[in-house]
């Protein structure tokens, strides 16, 4: 029964527009909680806002921090809201569930001189090539992950100086490109068709794995840890360290974060603004320059 509540509550989110990574996303916690409520002898049409409590000290003694069990709750609610609106649940207080305080995560960026040395890394053989295109575009464009990988040998034009994105829900947004990016286009797209060409494989990826296939988020991942073991920056590293890397960066030298927002493809503008106090350094350093009795 639970089970196929839960099928339907995904084909509701595809036909919100919800990525397939989002779903499993919610799927994976939703399947911890249905797990707990057979634990216990319930069904999630029995569950009542003390029951998800109940849940949600259960995750906590597991030792889960107040970010986890409010991604747990969210994920809950939603699913109780999707069970109310279809009129498999009667709302008896789960939806005005408040979250718990979640711990305020420090936004880990890059160094202007750690990119540059990352952009020198590797040889002059084609993955060696793909790594560092791939790194320049993260940097210069804020991409997610998803939205990297998802990008075909058409998306960028080398005569153009933007490059259109569908993120998140399907909302599109529009992208500066660089002249780094456009300069360095036509060498790359050269080298990935040798590569095929060698490979024997048709692909329509912009970026390929080594077996001439589409380059997929783990992929990325795996490049991205290969990249920071040689550096040896001494800190952790993601591919999403780059987005917050362009975000930071622009902030830092005066950006609107309004802007910032717009290019981030954040539908709330309080997401964006975990970046601002990164400026702090900024501030003081102008502040410093230009107050008369600094």
Do not use: W
Request: a positive charge; glycine letters at 6%; hydrophobic letters at 35%.
């Amino acid at each position: 029964m639970d089970s196929d509540i839960l099928a339907s509550f995904s084909d509701y989110l595809r036909s919100r527009k919800r990525s397939e990574n989002t779903i499993l996303a919610y799927g994976k916690d939703l399947g911890f909680y249905t797990g707990y409520l057979s634990s216990i002898g319930k069904s999630v049409t029995d569950a009542t806002a003390f029951t998800v409590r109940a849940y949600l000290s259960h995750v906590k003694n597991k030792g889960c921090s107040n970010r986890t069990m409010a991604r747990h709750l969210s994920a809950i609610k939603k699913f109780y809201f999707f069970l109310v609106r279809s009129g498999r649940f009667t709302d008896n207080g789960i939806l005005d569930m408040r979250s718990p305080r979640t711990e305020k995560n420090i936004v880990t960026f890059l160094e202007p001189d750690e990119i540059e040395r990352m952009l020198s890394l590797g040889g002059n053989d084609f993955l060696s090539l793909r790594n560092r295109y791939m790194i320049l575009l993260f940097y210069a464009s804020g991409l997610r992950v998803s939205e990297l990988c998802s990008l075909t040998v058409d998306a960028i034009d080398a005569s153009s100086d933007m490059i259109r994105i569908t993120g998140k829900g399907d909302k599109v947004r529009e992208i500066p490109l660089l002249p780094a990016i456009t300069r360095t286009l036509p060498d790359y797209l050269a080298g990935r068709t040798r590569y095929l060409t060698a490979s024997g494989r048709i692909c329509e990826a912009l970026f390929i794995n080594k077996n001439g296939t589409p380059l997929g988020q783990r992929g990325v991942r795996h490049i991205m840890k290969i990249l920071i073991r040689r550096l040896a920056i001494g800190r952790k590293i993601s591919p999403h360290t780059l987005r917050h890397t362009f975000a930071t960066h622009l902030i830092n030298n005066g950006a609107d974060i309004r802007a910032v927002q717009e290019l981030l493809g954040h539908s709330s503008l309080s997401t964006t603004q975990r970046y601002t106090h990164v400026t702090n350094r900024r501030i003081i350093e102008v502040y410093n320059r230009a107050h008369p009795h600094a």
